[in-house]
């Protein structure tokens, strides 16, 4: 009795924040943050303030020099797919735990925007395994059931395990389906073979006619690290074990190489390959991480 009073409280914490966050992006305004997808043209309306710029016709706009937004019958509601990576380096810093905690609350508050527009959605965790799997559900009872696993999975023993995210995201291809709305949530961190694999498993989705949203979650603390010269900073990788000591010049320089190579071998094909990409530093306030993705 006492441990589901307490599931609740912390579903309710979830629950509270995602209303708080969802009702002041919208100040009760009725419009969609995602749309869904459409067979055939219907009309050209005026554009209003609030209107999404995804539906502006901007070849329109370049004859006519007025904004004009573009409609379609038969929209279709979304359904909309979570991968959330719950790997190790997920769980990072030990002390705050702010990647994965933020993580959790976007998501949340997310699906409780896609509730909010009687779209469905569906989320997998994935650390070294697929750790859980709901299904595609929009009613209420299902909105509090993801927050009572989001809870569970924060509040998990993580140990030194590597992201299994490629291979699995890779075996739910064909489970995924056809335009759907696929958000990862991941900080990339992995080995080159596994982002081979990340890649054409992204590949493969996009080809369903599916939209994909990458939402890079990462930490300023592992870019750079303020301490005192001459300080020797000892730094252990929570997925392999190896542990790594060297002054804090040395670590920041390095961190500076590795930034430069991460840009370009794990940020730079995504873009080119022309995903929604969505660079979130954790260290920034939840507001203002969910008006970067919508």
């Known amino acids: 009795m006492l441990r589901k009073v307490a599931e609740e409280q912390a579903s309710n914490t979830l629950a509270i924040l995602a209303e708080e966050i969802s009702h002041e992006l919208y100040h009760g305004k009725h419009r969609s943050a995602f749309h869904g997808y459409s067979s055939e043209f219907k009309e050209y309306k005026a554009y209003q303030t609030g209107d999404n710029l ?26 909309a797919y979570f991968f959330v990576d719950l790997s190790s380096s997920m769980f990072f810093p030990r002390e705050s735990l702010e990647k994965i905690n933020k993580s959790i609350q976007i998501i949340a508050i997310l699906a409780k925007i896609l509730q909010k527009q009687r779209d469905k959605f569906g989320i997998l ?3 070294n395994e697929l750790l859980w799997e709901s299904p595609l559900g ?8 993801i927050y009572q696993q989001l809870e569970e999975l924060l509040s998990r023993e993580s140990s030194e395990e590597i992201s299994q995210l490629p291979s699995i995201l890779s075996a739910k291809v064909p489970a995924i389906g056809q335009r759907k709305l696929v958000f990862i949530l991941t ?3 992995f080995n080159d073979p596994d982002y081979s694999l990340f890649l054409k498993s992204l590949s493969e989705i996009k080809a369903n006619k599916n939209t994909i949203k990458i939402l890079h979650i990462w930490d300023q603390s592992e870019k750079k690290q303020e301490s005192k010269s001459g300080s020797i900073l000892q730094y252990k990788d929570i997925e392999t074990s190896q542990v790594l000591s060297l002054p804090i010049e040395e670590w920041n320089q390095l961190q500076v190489k590795q930034e430069s190579y991460f840009i370009d071998q794990r940020i730079n094909p995504l873009l080119s390959k022309g995903y929604q990409y969505h660079s979130l530093c954790v260290n920034d306030s939840l507001f203002e991480l969910i008006r970067q993705i919508i």
Request: glycine share 4%.
């Open 187 to 189: 900080d990339l961190l």
């Open 54 to 79: 995804k539906q502006v016709d901007w070849k329109l706009y370049g004859r006519t020099d007025k904004l004009f937004t573009k409609h379609f019958h038969d929209e279709s509601n979304i359904s």
């Open 138 to 145: 929009n009613s209420k009872a299902h909105l509090f059931e």
């Open 125 to 127: 965790g994935i650390s």
